[in-house]
């Protein structure tokens, strides 16, 4: 049996096939970083939202019992009886 030499149109193929699996490994690592990037960013930016509703909660919070302290002390306010003036003349 005797080898025959590829039809060089063969060759080609071969060669162009062997650049665009190298391409699609390429792309596919730069897919698989970039992806990796915006998960990372992702996750701060949820850290981020976490960390300002917690502060929200905790500035309502505060803002209630404000609010509930000012009413106690009117109340308070209205039901001590009024003192009458006094001079110190």
């Keep these: 049996m005797i080898m ?3 039809p060089e149109s063969f ?3 071969k ?6 699996r190298l391409e699609k490994e390429r792309l596919q690592k730069e897919y698989e970083a970039k992806l990796s990037e ?7 930016l949820k ?15 505060y803002a209630i019992r404000l609010e509930e302290n000012l009413d106690t002390f009117k109340v308070e306010v209205a039901n001590t009886p ?8």
């Design 4 to 6: 025959k030499t590829p």
């Design 38 to 44: 915006m998960n990372i960013e992702l996750d701060r």
């Design 15 to 20: 060669e162009e096939l062997k650049k665009a």
């Design 82 to 89: 009024t003192m009458k003036k006094k001079s110190f003349h």
């Design 11 to 13: 060759l080609i193929f």
């Design 47 to 61: 850290e981020q939202i976490s960390a300002q509703q917690e502060l929200m909660k905790t500035t309502l919070e």
